[in-house]
């Protein structure tokens, strides 16, 4: 069963960048895609985007710009960069798995993405000076 | 604004069913059947409760049933319990953007 732990700096200054690492235990990394989610303080979730072992990512257009995903799998670590951060990205943030298929229409490819099965237990980030 | 609309709260007594309701477009729910939802407890992180729909993840209670109408999914808890008290997140793939995954703003469930 994979298990999933997101670490790194609860305090980041503002115009900084925030770096947060996902540890994955229990599962082969190849297999999966990796998404990372946030919630502010008393509000819902927010998708920020996803990366696939091999690479390939989708990130949310709002934040599109700002962010960065990796994996290292030699690490067995998914990572995520957020860069010139504001008050507005203070949150707790989440890693979770992504269960996704490719379904064919002659030789297109059409990829879904169908739900977030594994969760890290999350970490809060604040951002303030 | 969130992509999918769910009410804020629903509440119900212990035993009774209640009924959460997850409205989004053709381009979402409507067009698809890759509706999901997320049971969080206060402090907590979500919990997969229902996938592509209906389904239900192994040891997920069968108290809890996933459906869809047009553009609106719904979840469905029956037997109320004490424990069910929190917050449900409704989710769908969607086409309408690069996005990819959409969620709703949540619902609070509240057992008078």
């Known amino acids: 069963q994979v298990q999933l732990q997101e670490s790194g700096p609860g305090l980041v200054k503002p115009s900084e960048t925030l770096s947060l690492t996902c540890s994955v235990s229990g599962a082969a990394m190849s297999t999966y895609y990796w998404t990372w989610i946030r919630q502010s303080a008393g509000k819902g979730l927010e998708y920020i985007g996803h990366i696939h072992t091999g690479g390939s990512t989708n990130y949310n257009p709002s934040l599109n710009s700002r962010v960065t995903m990796s994996v290292d799998t030699s690490k067995n670590q998914v990572s995520l960069r957020l860069s010139s951060v504001t008050a507005a990205d203070t949150a707790v943030y989440y890693c979770a798995t992504l269960y996704a298929g490719v379904i064919y229409s002659g030789s297109s490819p059409f990829y879904y993405y169908s739900h977030m099965d594994v969760w890290g237990k999350g970490t809060t980030v604040t951002v303030s000076s | 604004q969130s992509a999918l609309t769910q009410p804020a709260s629903v509440s119900g007594s212990p035993g009774q069913s209640i009924t959460l309701s997850c409205t989004g477009t053709?381009?979402?729910?409507?067009?698809?059947?890759?509706v999901s939802w997320y049971q969080q407890h206060p402090d907590t992180a979500p919990k997969l409760i229902i996938f592509d729909v209906t389904n239900r993840p192994s040891g997920v209670s069968d108290r809890f049933s996933g459906s869809k109408s047009g553009n609106t999914a719904s979840l469905t808890i029956s037997g109320l319990q004490a424990d069910d008290e929190a917050s449900y997140y409704c989710s769908s793939f969607t086409s309408a953007s690069t996005l990819d995954v959409i969620f709703g703003g949540g619902t609070k469930v509240t057992v008078l």
């Open positions: 053709s381009s979402d729910i409507g067009g698809y059947d890759y």
